[in-house]
């Protein structure tokens, strides 16, 4: 009798432990879950509610479309729809279309109006240093939205891609701290349910980055001791795929496209000796094409982009194309720098696009 009560306690006490283990892990499990919900909150205003908005901490820019003041922010409570009042346009691109850097969107907008056309919309997703790659994860999260034109333009950024070793460069931009980030990330943007999984991995790369620091491009400042690697366009293929990705995906979703070449002007006197004391005959003078890398390398990837540009363009008939490469060369009086617009560069630039869309009768 004695010996099946110590049994029972033995087996009881058992089951407890067993018990007692899962609702710890569980607590485990709940504090880190919540911990990591917290962190992205604190640090990138994601949702504690919603982490698979996870892509809001990297492009912020995202919670934008719909995002609309006055009197358009009731019909801004949905996506943009191709079955909305509204005629719908979204940038993709880099600082060219920023409004920070130019003023295309104002020009698009007020010619627009003054063509008649004043139920036009512009999402400007454009980014000062983002690349063809950082628009196609931007679009691709755009899942429910669709949009009556998509204006891609990018180029020069890609060049600063190049200036790495060729066995560091990766194709998915992976070599670059930023993109390793956002390329693991994106996967989970409108699917996680919980944010632990993605965090974990963000903590691997953090850790990953800190250890192995110099085999990563920095995404603001061309290394010099790598700069003569920018000689090899590793980013042509980058970019070809990028494009192509982002046509497939509006072609999938009866997204119109535009695509356009992309338009620098770098006199025959250049040096940066001369850009920073400002002799040059650009307008302010704000962005010296070192940035990017040397003169020669940067323009001739450039070029490199350009030309898949045009036989993308080729070979997909229902994709609007603008060589702004062509149309805008040699005019200083378009540019501020290599590549970002004066006010009458902008004007310039929008009416080379309407000039396409109205002879193709692409906008209703």
């Keep these: 009798m004695e010996t099946t009560r110590r049994h029972g306690i033995r087996q009881g006490g058992w089951r407890a432990g067993l018990v007692l283990f899962f609702l710890s892990a569980l607590l485990c499990v709940v504090t880190a879950e919540l911990t990591a919900r917290l962190f992205w909150r604190i640090w990138y205003g994601v949702s504690l509610l919603k982490p698979g908005e996870i892509l809001y901490a990297y492009y912020p820019e995202l919670r934008t479309v719909g995002d609309l003041p006055g009197a358009l922010r009731a019909a801004a409570e949905r996506p943009p729809a191709h079955t909305d009042e509204f005629y719908d346009i979204l940038f993709l691109g880099g600082s060219v279309l920023h409004r920070d850097w130019s003023s295309v969107e104002l020009e698009l907008r007020e010619q627009l109006a003054h063509g008649g056309r004043r139920n036009v919309r512009i999402f400007n997703l454009a980014m000062p240093a983002h ?9 691709a999260a755009l899942d429910k939205a669709r949009f009556d034109l998509v204006i891609f333009y990018h180029a020069i950024n890609e060049t600063r891609a190049n200036n790495i070793p060729p066995d560091i460069f990766q194709q998915n931009y992976g070599h670059y701290s930023w993109y390793e980030w956002v390329n693991a990330l994106a996967p989970y943007h409108g699917t996680a349910v919980l944010a632990l999984p993605y965090t974990l991995r963000y903590l691997v790369l953090s850790a990953r980055q800190v250890v192995m620091k110099e085999r990563y491009l920095s995404t603001y400042r061309v290394p010099e001791h790598w700069v003569h690697h920018g000689r090899e366009f590793k980013s042509a293929a980058s970019f070809q795929q990028n494009l192509r990705a982002v046509l497939d995906l509006a072609a999938e979703r009866g997204d119109r496209t535009l695509i356009m070449t992309f338009a620098t002007y770098v006199p ?12 040059l005959d650009y307008g302010l003078h704000r ?16 070029d490199a982009h350009n030309e898949i540009v045009r036989r993308t363009a080729a070979q997909r008939p229902n994709v609007v194309f603008v060589d702004q490469a062509s149309l805008m060369q040699g005019s200083p009086r378009y540019f501020n720098d290599p590549c970002h617009f004066t006010v009458l560069g902008s004007t310039r630039f929008v009416e080379n696009i309407l000039k396409v869309l109205d002879s193709s009768e692409q906008i209703q």
Excluded: C, H, M
């Design 131 to 139: 690349t063809s790659r950082d628009s196609l994860l931007k679009y």
């Design 268 to 279: 025959e006197n250049y040096s940066f000796e001369a850009f920073k004391q400002k002799r």
């Design 287 to 302: 962005a010296p094409i070192e940035w990017w890398g040397p003169r020669e390398q940067v323009l001739a990837a450039v």
